[in-house]
């Protein structure tokens, strides 16, 4: 027998037996040597092997098995072909999860999912065994189905179809860090145009974000593209933004995936981002103060909440920031190239003729008693509810662990520092062969505490 095939079947017995997690390193760590050793044929015919007995296992073994593909994936193998596995039961995973911690808070009578699940997870565990088992699986299977989803446009586009998944992520996505990687990995905005509109200067782009996984990528590579170096007289680039750019490296590093050097570990953005919810009726941009924050496209947000403007366009106000925050350089996930590219500028007339059309339809959504000074509130036409090109949140029946979705145009968050998008990666980011590995030895990827909610 070749190696490959025999070392698949060593993982799929262990798994079985669901032998104890430090036996399990070396025959993880032998399937992926032999993995990397492999002809194309004997790679598919592995994941084959592997996501047919996943289907067959639950508890430690289907932990195993989940962990073993989304190494592979890592290692280079096909994402479309792991997905069926992976994938196509997550949903019904996460319902199931979700019932376990609904259950066991209203067992408890505490709405702290943490404590709850503390105190009642294993009088519910007996009562709802596969809703327990669904509890215990879903880091893993969250982990593996990321792996797959940040390596494939084409499983992204075919989640963006079908929403029933993230739908399903959400109540979970504030309670289990895995869930939340995996709704920002559903929510990654692919091939999108971005209408950047600078109105004090009646200036305009056309923007192309590709693979943007956070509003802190955004950020950091929107000013790479706008900001000129500081220099007088009147050429045209330095008219766009005046402003230092990022540093090359920490750019690179957003690129790339990869860690910057220390010495660019957070770079500064001179310029806040805002909704074109904030003009007003004769489409200028109120002075920034402490009103304008519920428009603010928050550094902590995603792309994918920025608001839709009436013509199914994202649009946002660049508008010189109160204070220039520093960032820190930290790719959402490694396998992510995400990119921003300025298509054109609109020419000057146009952009005082659309910031006019966004500020009339601004104007219409804002209640009477919160119009702007410039306004005439009697005059405004009827409200009409903006559209969002976000699918409804499935909502919960319970305060934990129900996710709020996030508003178009965030109010300013609590003090407390928000959790990063991402795992921070260490100093050297390990091998998909350490990661299996260090997993297994951990206990293959048994859920962590649920943290508590803000």
């Known amino acids: 027998m070749m190696e490959l095939p025999r070392a698949v079947d060593d993982l799929v017995a262990a798994a079985a037996r669901a032998v104890e997690p430090r036996a399990l390193k070396s025959v993880v760590e032998r399937v992926l040597d032999a993995f ?15 996501g047919g007995a996943l289907g067959k296992l639950d508890g430690r073994g289907a ?16 994402p479309e072909l792991a997905w069926p596995a992976v994938g196509d ?7 199931r999860a979700t019932a376990f911690a609904r259950a066991a808070v209203a067992h408890a009578k505490d709405e702290d999912v943490e404590s709850a699940i503390e105190s009642a997870g294993a009088a519910v565990a007996k009562k709802r065994p596969r809703d327990g088992e669904a509890w215990k699986a879903l880091p893993s299977r969250c982990l593996a189905a990321v792996a797959c989803l940040t390596r494939s446009r084409t499983l992204r586009n075919r989640a963006r179809k079908n929403p029933t998944l993230e ?6 996505s504030d309670v289990i860090s895995e869930v939340g990687y995996l709704l920002q990995a559903l929510r990654i905005v692919d091939d999108e145009t971005l209408v950047v509109l600078l109105p004090d200067a009646a200036r305009g782009w056309r923007v192309t974000l590709d693979a943007m996984p956070s509003n802190a990528e955004l950020y950091i590579l929107l000013a790479d593209a706008l900001l000129a170096p500081k220099a007088g007289g009147n050429d045209r680039k330095v008219e766009r933004l005046l402003g230092a750019r990022p540093d090359p490296k ?42 304008l924050t519920d428009h603010w ?7 994918a909440d920025i608001p839709v403007g009436p013509e199914d366009e994202r649009v946002v106000l660049v508008q010189a920031a109160p204070k220039a925050r520093a960032l820190p350089i930290a790719p959402s996930f490694e396998s992510l190239r995400p990119d921003v590219q300025i298509s054109g500028e609109l020419p000057g007339d146009d952009v005082a003729s659309l910031l006019r059309h966004l500020g009339r339809a601004a104007a219409r959504l804002r209640p009477a008693d919160e119009a702007l000074p410039s306004e005439n509130a009697s005059a405004r036409p009827a409200r009409k509810k903006p559209t969002s090109k976000k699918p409804a949140a499935k909502k919960p029946t319970s305060k934990k662990p129900a996710a709020k979705k996030p508003k178009p145009a965030a109010k300013k968050p609590a003090a407390k520092k928000p959790k ?35």
Do not use: C, Y
């Open 420 to 454: 990063p998008a991402a795992k921070k990666p260490t100093s050297k980011k390990p091998t998909p062969k350490a990661r299996a590995s260090a997993h297994a030895a951990r206990g293959s990827g048994a859920p962590k505490k649920a943290p508590r909610r803000a």
């Open 167 to 172: 739908t399903a992520a959400w109540p979970l």
């Open 36 to 50: 990397d050793q492999a002809p194309e044929a004997e790679r598919n015919a592995a994941l084959r092997s592997i």
């Open 297 to 303: 496209i928050w550094m902590e947000g995603l792309p």
């Open 63 to 78: 932990q195993i098995l989940s962990l073993a593909l989304g190494a592979l994936v890592e290692s280079g193998a096909s």
């Open 89 to 95: 039961d997550l949903a019904d995973l996460l319902d």
């Open 250 to 291: 920490a750019v690179a590093a957003i690129r790339e995936g990869t860690l910057p050097p220390k010495r660019v570990a957070s770079s500064k953005v001179p310029f806040q981002l805002v909704s074109w919810t904030a003009l007003a009726a004769d489409g200028s941009l109120p002075r920034s103060d402490a009103s």
